[in-house]
């Protein structure tokens, strides 16, 4: 009973950062309707960026300056770190493309994917980063005979408040009524004087800003590597395909989806695992080819 | 390189062009199948493996430049492939490199009809992702059942236990890896020959034309009694199949054979090639393949961030070079050539 409630935190987990990455790949296509191929290694630069923050200020600062309160508050400059980046991508190498036909689109990404991912290597090196002292400060919670780590509920929690903040602000703010309309009659929303130009910058530096905060959150609790975001990216491919792209109800069901199996099958069909997550996006694509929440 | 590009003739073409393709065609063979006594071995191996990926390149484009459809899963059958030559060197212990491309062949062959069936159920971007979703079904199993595939470390595939031409030609005693580079590039150079000429039939054959009115316009193609589906299936078998050979004949060059020719960044790199090149014409891909093959081994010897270089290379072409060398080139040939008259 104790494993299995551990399991179901663990796939909670998991599903937190994978909903973080996700939602902001489906957002992007949502509403510019861009399959970012670079979004993985996004999430990749974020967890570099805040473990590098996290461990520059645990190695300067004074023992005690700087208290958990402290480094918790300073992980979140991976993911602004990454929106800026984002702010920085859309207006000078998509927005010429967005005449041109999807295979462009992907090519792009593809190449800002090995950009990023050669970037990272300059910019902080081979060895892999972590931010570990946060969840070592935390400590754990006893569950039946066994210890759990604080931090994996926290970022379950920071999923949660993510997921319901999101969806605060695509249906309940006019950011968000504006950001729909774009994303379903562009030229309408033109026509009715909205500037598509900055919704479609502020959009994709949210989604890359989602990004970021996956990889902040995951760091403390996994060494940033490289080559995580190309894995990752593929792991968000299947939930938004299962989930439906461009939905946010969508990427949280695929996200819990997704990760349920993977829990699953680490813990009893390991060398198929990965293979069944794919065939489960090919079923969901052939069957519903919008995915389980998606519109036409 | 150089000599190459001249390719670059509109593929719509009357007889008089046609033979002047034709002798383009021949001039090039003879250049490269003069090469290897002009350069040395090293080089002989970098154009083997630029020829290769060139098949691979072709096939891919029969379904982006003809068909229209964007696959992100080439990696399948290129490693399929690959992985088939391997078992049966390993498992079978054949040694005649015929016997390797025949089982290579209807390796892919079985594994494009497979997936092929399932992915032209759909076009644009859910067609995109089914293939790279399929294709990464076939590495995750080659990167978890490591002891069938090796995992990781791959399987050895030896030039010397091979045997070309039914056993005419061995690799074995001293001096062997020299008449093997130089063998194996005679080999790869027919095969893609046989290769090119099969595509071209193809693309200009009824059934090609069918394949770029589908292309065009889906619906008006299906009005005048294309079956759209059964043609893209069968696009889809042949593109995959030319990858396939890619991939058979990559391995013993090579002389390995992991679970990296399966990940979807490689698919992106056969994407590359086609784009590079320039995949709305017939030669670009084998252009873009030619000239990737140099750039990433050049940027690979000289620095540690190729990634970096090849990317940035990347994006400047989609930027700035759209219709990729051979669009170009043959663009500015239009304009120089109409510039006297």
């Known amino acids: 009973m104790t494993i299995f ?42 967890a570099y960026v805040s473990a590098w923050v996290v ?31 984002g702010a920085a991508i859309e207006p000078t190498l998509l927005r010429p493309l967005y005449r041109r036909p999807e295979e462009y689109h992907l090519l792009i990404t593809f190449g800002l994917l090995m950009i990023i991912e050669d970037a990272i290597k300059i910019l902080f090196g081979g060895t892999p980063l972590s931010a570990g002292t946060i969840m070592d400060h ?22 949660l408040v993510a997921a319901l903040g999101l969806w605060w602000f695509i249906y309940r703010t006019k950011f968000g009524v504006i950001l729909r309309a774009t994303s379903q009659d562009r030229r309408m929303a033109a026509a009715l004087g909205i500037n598509v130009g900055r919704v479609y910058v502020q959009a994709f530096a949210i989604g890359c800003f989602m990004a970021g905060l996956g990889g902040a959150v995951v760091v403390p609790a996994q060494a940033a590597v490289l080559g995580m975001g190309i894995d990752a990216l593929v792991l968000a491919f299947v939930v ?17 989806i997704v990760s349920l199996v993977r829990t699953a099958g680490i813990q009893f069909f390991a060398e198929i695992e990965l293979a069944v997550l794919y065939l489960i996006a090919t079923a969901v694509l052939l069957v519903r080819p919008t995915g389980l929440f998606g519109r036409a | ?143 978890k059942f490591f002891w069938v595939t090796g995992g990781t470390d791959g399987i050895r595939v030896a030039y010397a236990k091979l045997t070309l031409l039914g056993g005419l030609v061995d690799f074995t005693g001293p001096g062997s890896f020299q008449r093997f580079v130089f063998a ?14 099969i595509m071209w039939i193809i693309v200009h054959s009824p059934f090609g034309k069918a394949l770029q009115a589908i292309r065009d316009n889906e ?48 698919s992106g790199e056969i994407v590359f090639m086609s784009v590079l090149g ?3 014409t017939f030669a670009g891909p084998i252009v873009g393949a030619i000239a990737f093959n140099y750039l990433k081994t050049y940027a690979v010897a000289s620095t540690e961030y190729w990634q970096l270089l090849v990317g940035l290379v990347l994006v400047i072409l989609v930027l700035a070079l759209p219709s990729g060398i051979v669009g170009t080139a043959s663009r500015l040939a239009a304009r120089f050539g109409k510039v006297p008259s």
């Open chain 1, 138 to 159: 935390m400590g754990s919670i006893p569950i039946g005979r066994l210890l759990y780590p604080m931090y994996n509920l926290i970022v379950v929690a920071i999923g």
């Open chain 2, 1 to 143: 390189m150089a000599t190459v590009t001249t390719t670059a003739t509109p593929a719509e073409a009357g007889a008089g062009s046609f033979l002047r393709l034709l002798a383009v065609a021949i001039a090039i063979l003879v250049v490269l199948a003069l090469l290897p006594g002009l350069v040395d071995s090293y080089q002989t191996v970098l154009i083997t493996y630029g020829l290769i990926m060139a098949i691979a390149a072709l096939g891919f484009n029969l379904l982006l430049g003809y068909t229209g459809l964007l696959s992100f899963g080439h990696s399948a059958y290129f490693g399929t492939g690959a992985y088939t030559v391997a078992f049966i060197v390993r498992d079978l212990g054949a040694q005649s490199m015929e016997l390797c491309i025949v089982g290579g062949l209807v390796g892919t062959l079985l594994v494009s009809a497979l997936f092929g069936f399932i992915c032209v159920r759909h076009t644009r971007i859910f067609f995109g992702i089914l293939t790279l979703a399929l294709s990464q079904v076939l590495w995750s199993l080659a990167f």
């Open chain 1, 55 to 85: 461990g520059g200020a645990v190695g300067h600062a004074m023992n005690g300056t700087l208290g958990l309160a402290g480094l918790l508050l300073l992980l979140p400059i991976g993911a602004i770190a990454i929106a800026a980046v």
């Open chain 2, 219 to 266: 619906t008006r193609a299906a009005f005048v009694g294309i079956s759209v589906r059964r043609y893209r299936w069968i696009a889809f078998i042949i593109s995959g199949v030319f990858t396939g050979l890619a991939g058979i004949l990559w391995v013993p060059l090579n002389g390995l054979t992991t679970p990296d020719v399966l990940y979807w960044p490689f």
């Open chain 1, 240 to 256: 938004v395909v299962i989930g439906g792209l461009g939905s946010l109800e969508g990427a949280l069901v695929g996200a819990l």
């Open chain 2, 278 to 280: 320039g995949f709305r």
């Open chain 1, 5 to 46: 409630i551990i399991q179901v935190l663990n796939s909670l987990f998991y599903a937190a950062a994978l909903f973080l990455i996700a939602a902001g790949l489906s957002l992007i296509y949502g509403v510019m309707r861009i399959v970012n191929l670079a979004h993985g290694t996004l999430y990749a630069l974020g």
């Open chain 2, 184 to 197: 194996y590039y005679y080999y790869v150079l027919g095969l893609f020959a046989l290769a090119t000429v």
